[in-house]
């Protein structure tokens, strides 16, 4: 197998089966972590119910946000199999750093490096829909693909609470160095699938032309920017969802199940999604999926306003579970109307929406996470404003265009 493209067809289950793992691994660098939080704590003497423990997300997310904008034009000029096994070289050596890291420091050093490697699937998988697939089923692909991936956040905070039962926490980092080693065993399986012909120059002026046709064009600068503010409010989820259920409802022992099971509920209504979108439409389903986003954040902040910021568990466990699950859909199918205008630039194009979307919104989620002590309230209040502004540039957006451009042509 050389680095032209193969001309062998894949099913659609096969590519489903591996992009979705390979996007699984992103998550599982995060999931196992989260029940390993209070051994974190104490491993390397931060306070208790210390929100600077977060930051074993911040920098991975951070990693990733550092490396997609390299690995996009890298995929469009070399290919997408060279620059993936390239991105699990570095996946693997930051899961070894985080196992041996002797301080905190260091385990931020090799988060961010975990990060740095993750960016490779988190671009590449979307570029790789993009050069086999387009408009609605392509959108139907990636709500497959996500249904799939969203089985690792489903059984990730499980394994990592196993893991946690050897005694040796360090457990949840090493799991994703083994994993890693099957992703790049499969992605050299799996082939490549830039024709030759698609490649590009990886010149200054070609990328600037690629990053100013992706950010000037306004269905995809719109819908990338759309997810910036989705992002923004799923990542408080992530980064503060076990502080709160430990801290804030006094519940030790239950993060993992009420992790698995959002992340179960996501990963069915996204299937189901996926089964619908050529009735309803990638367009549409999107913006009722934002609608419910913003929705779900406003009964939130109702509930959290009238119930001095603690509202009962079950109604704050219901409520996060509508807005991951409505954001979780906004990102499948924004992701493919963002990308649809830019067949040529696919990998440039996600290495932006990358970009944008872990690096501003990681840092819109970290101005929310230091807020939350020992109510709710910053979450809802974090999560109102962001999907909020959020989904006004999604309707900005829908005024775009979806034809084809070509970054070349003035």
């Known amino acids: 197998m050389t680095a032209t493209a193969s001309t062998r067809v894949r099913s659609e289950a096969g590519v489903v089966a591996y992009l979705g793992f390979t996007s699984a691994l992103l998550a599982l660098g995060i999931d196992t972590a989260l029940p390993a939080f209070d051994e974190i704590r104490e491993e390397f003497s931060l306070a208790d119910g210390s929100g600077e423990v977060s930051l074993v997300v911040t920098a991975y997310f951070l990693g990733m946000a550092a490396g997609q904008l390299p690995m996009g034009p890298l995929s469009d000029r070399f290919g997408r199999r060279p620059v993936l096994l390239a991105s699990f070289a570095l996946y693997l050596i930051g899961a070894l750093g985080a196992t041996l890291a002797p301080s905190f420091g260091i385990l931020l050093g090799a988060r961010f490096l975990w990060g740095l490697g993750a960016a490779g699937p988190a671009v590449i998988g979307n570029a790789i829909a993009r050069d086999l697939y387009s408009g609605d089923q392509m959108a139907r692909v990636l709500s497959l693909t996500m249904a799939v991936f969203l089985i690792g956040p489903t059984i990730a905070p499980l394994l990592g609470e196993m893991l946690l039962l050897t005694g040796v926490w360090q457990a949840v980092f090493l799991v994703g160095f083994a994993l890693a080693l099957v992703g790049a065993a499969w992605t050299f399986r799996f082939g490549e699938t830039l024709p030759d012909d698609r490649r590009r120059p990886i010149d200054p002026p070609a990328v600037g032309r690629a990053i100013r046709t992706t950010m000037t064009n306004r269905a995809s600068a719109g819908y990338i920017l759309a997810m910036v503010f989705s992002y923004g409010a799923f990542f408080v989820f992530l980064g503060s969802s076990q502080p709160i259920v430990d801290e804030v409802y006094g519940r030790p022992g239950w993060f993992a199940a009420t992790f698995a099971c959002t992340s179960a509920i996501n990963g069915f209504c996204v299937w ?36 001095d910021g603690v509202p009962p568990f079950v109604v704050w466990a219901v409520l996060v579970t509508v807005t991951s699950t409505s954001s979780t859909l906004v990102s499948t199918t924004a992701i493919s109307l963002a990308l649809q205008p830019m067949e040529r630039i696919a990998g440039t194009a996600a290495a932006l929406r990358g970009t944008f979307t872990l690096g ?22 974090g999560g109102t404003i962001y999907c909020g502004v959020g989904l006004m540039l999604l309707l900005w957006a829908r005024g775009g265009s979806l034809e084809v451009v070509d970054p070349d042509v003035a």
């Open 272 to 307: 189901q999604a996926s089964r619908h979108v050529h009735r309803i439409g990638a367009a549409r389903l999107a913006l009722l999926a934002y609608g419910a986003n913003a929705g779900g954040f406003a009964v939130m902040l109702v509930a959290a306003l009238t119930s």
């Open 360 to 381: 501003c919104g990681s840092l819109l989620a970290s101005l929310v996470d230091r807020q939350i002590v020992d109510t709710i309230t910053p979450m809802a209040v």
